[in-house]
């Protein structure tokens, strides 16, 4: 008995940035992005918001809607659970996984947001299947046999256009599954997650939260202090607004790509080895695996030093780009639409990302 993947889908923004484009914007070109990235497009939320991304997603692996994998058509009373993982939802409350509930009418579902930066949807599948198990051997919790997991970033919202270490990186998008408890599936054989403290702050966004409470160490600011406050708060927004104009925009992602690149090649190693071990299954008998899509370089790496073919990965990069935490399910989606996952094959979704966090989970289609 297990969690299986009953559904499938992806959204993709219509808006299409190629890398001659982006050489508009920062001093780069095709040539460079390509080779180091594997990147040649990347997709941009002009008129998307991130629930109308979630919702195009979902409805693909809910089945009510073509272009995703869906093993048949789940009624909104069906679904018990929604975790949303993003960085990049709409708005802080309510949630996205809240919004999404009230648009697709799942009035059964219990629904909270998730943020583990890129291995956002793989802590979300990990946290839905320990609900899903805990909840079909135990009667005092909350029933929770079915579960829509979620990932969408519009990681455009918080990348300076103006650096080109990381503009030319990024790409939007949304991807979904459903997990279904099902008494005669293997589902999910194993996990692993994991966190490593990012000491050099390689990767990071300040927070958007940003009103200065009227108090200090005594309690209650005074009025004076509230005024010569807001003030230095004009001050400080003059000073931003300065700082936009010259192409400096403060709340966006800030990266050191080869601290990154050496932490993400060693995690996916790590990642994909513990699931294999913890199912007791050998890397032979995988027949795909999903990763992140940060660099493809990163999976030529990683491929290897495990001593694996660069075709047990799949990889669609080239016109996404990296779509944060919704590059696993978007790529799984892919797979699942192209055929290359069939029932039995035993398959890895596997993440690294900010924080640092990483996370695989090794399941039986
Ligand atoms: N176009 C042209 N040149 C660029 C560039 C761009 N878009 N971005 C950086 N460069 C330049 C740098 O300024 C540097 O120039 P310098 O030598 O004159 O200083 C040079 O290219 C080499 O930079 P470097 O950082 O060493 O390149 P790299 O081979 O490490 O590739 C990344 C950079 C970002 C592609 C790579 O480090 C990476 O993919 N890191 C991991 C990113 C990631 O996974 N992030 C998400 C994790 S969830």
């Known amino acids: 008995m297990g969690c299986a993947v009953i559904g499938c889908g992806n959204a993709i923004p219509d808006l299409e940035i190629d890398n001659d484009q982006m050489s508009l914007l920062v001093d780069t070109s095709d040539e460079w992005i390509s080779s180091r990235t594997g990147i040649k497009t990347r997709h941009v939320a002009l008129n998307e918001s991130s629930l109308d991304l979630s919702e195009e997603a979902a409805r693909k692996a809910l089945g009510w809607d073509d272009g995703g994998y869906s093993e048949r058509s789940i009624d909104p009373e069906e679904i018990d659970l929604i975790i949303t993982a993003t960085l990049t939802g709409d708005v802080l409350v309510p949630s996205n996984a809240a919004l999404l509930r009230r648009k697709l009418g799942l009035k059964n ?41 979620v990932a969408v970033e519009r990681p455009s919202r918080i990348t300076n256009w103006a650096d ?144 694996i073919s660069k075709d047990l990965f799949k990889l669609s990069i080239e016109h996404r780009g990296n779509t944060s935490a919704a590059s696993v399910p978007m790529a799984l989606a892919d797979a699942y639409n192209e ?27």
């Open 339 to 365: 055929g290359q996952i069939k029932k039995g094959d035993k398959v890895i979704v596997v993440a690294f990302g900010g924080g640092f966090t990483i996370g695989a989970a090794l399941y039986e289609a």
């Open 164 to 307: 080109r270490n990381t503009c030319v990186l990024l790409g939007d998008g949304a991807g979904a599954v459903v997990l279904e408890y099902d008494e005669n599936r293997a589902g999910i054989l194993s996990t692993f997650l994991a966190n490593e403290d990012d000491i050099h702050n390689a990767l990071t966004c300040p927070t958007p939260l940003d009103v200065v409470p009227p108090f200090d160490a005594d309690g209650v600011n005074t009025a004076q202090d509230i005024i010569d406050e807001s003030h230095a708060a004009i001050d400080e927004m003059v000073e931003i607004e300065e700082s936009l104009a010259e192409g400096n925009p403060r709340n966006v992602l800030r990266m050191n790509g080869q601290r990154v690149f050496k932490f993400s090649a060693r995690a996916m190693k790590q990642a994909i080895t513990e699931v294999c071990e913890r199912a007791h299954v050998s890397l032979d008998d995988i027949a795909l695996i999903v990763p992140h899509q940060a660099n493809e370089r990163i999976i030529d790496f990683g491929a290897r030093h495990m001593g």
């Open 109 to 149: 579902a219990i629904c909270f947001d998730l943020n583990a930066a890129c291995s956002g949807f793989v802590y979300a599948l990990n946290v839905a299947e320990s609900m899903i198990a805990a909840s079909a051997t135990a009667s005092n919790r909350s029933p929770i046999r079915r579960a829509l997991v």
